[in-house]
């Protein structure tokens, strides 16, 4: 096997082309890394080195990019990296990121519960399924829901700002109790908050 052709492709990116067809883009730095030119004989195995090591700096280059632009759960980061990339490699990937100090699952499952809590209203149950889906582990989910304390009256001022135009006959106040069940409130909580607020709702019209 020969190297054929080094074709600028964009940036400092090289087409490489290997017995006259396409073989991978690489960066300037890594042919120069592995002494890649036109004419060099190359074997299967030397040609793996070289992908897996692109591999990497395209997988380590996108993780820098993603946790830049927010915080990322570590299996969160390695579904993203999987994407362009090996499962081996986003996993490496993310363990270097987590040692370089770049993932703070337990900081990341405190403002994350901080955030679904406070900000998009929802209940424990919903709360704890959506960061599961972000991979974080079930003891810093525990840690996190334990730190976070609803602000007073959350759940009421929810359904005063958001449900009261349903409420009023039974057929809407049903609809209510299903919405906030579906946002993870407790049966008890959400109907407690449904009957202040209508309660409220009454004494305004009287």
Known sequence: MKITALTKSKGTRF??????????????????????????????KFLEEVKNAAE???????????????????????????????YDIAEETAEKMEELGLIHEDAYARRLAEYLVQVKKRGPRRVRLEMRQK?????????????????EDTLNELVRRKYARYLGDEKG???????????????????????TVENELTEDEE
């Open 15 to 44: 087409r490489v082309d290997v017995d006259d067809e396409y073989w991978y883009i690489l960066d300037a730095e890594l042919i120069y890394q592995f002494g890649l030119k036109t004419g060099l004989e190359v074997e299967e």
């Open 56 to 86: 990497r700096r395209k997988a380590r280059e996108r993780a820098f990019y993603l946790l830049e632009l927010r915080e990322h759960s570590k299996k969160e980061l390695i579904d993203k990296l999987c994407r362009s990339v090996s």
């Open 135 to 151: 991979g974080i582990p079930e003891d810093l989910i525990d840690a996190a829901l334990d730190a976070v304390e609803p602000e």
């Open 173 to 195: 106040k049903n609809k209510v109790l299903q919405a906030l069940l579906r946002l993870g409130h407790s049966y008890y909580d959400a109907l407690s908050a449904i009957e």
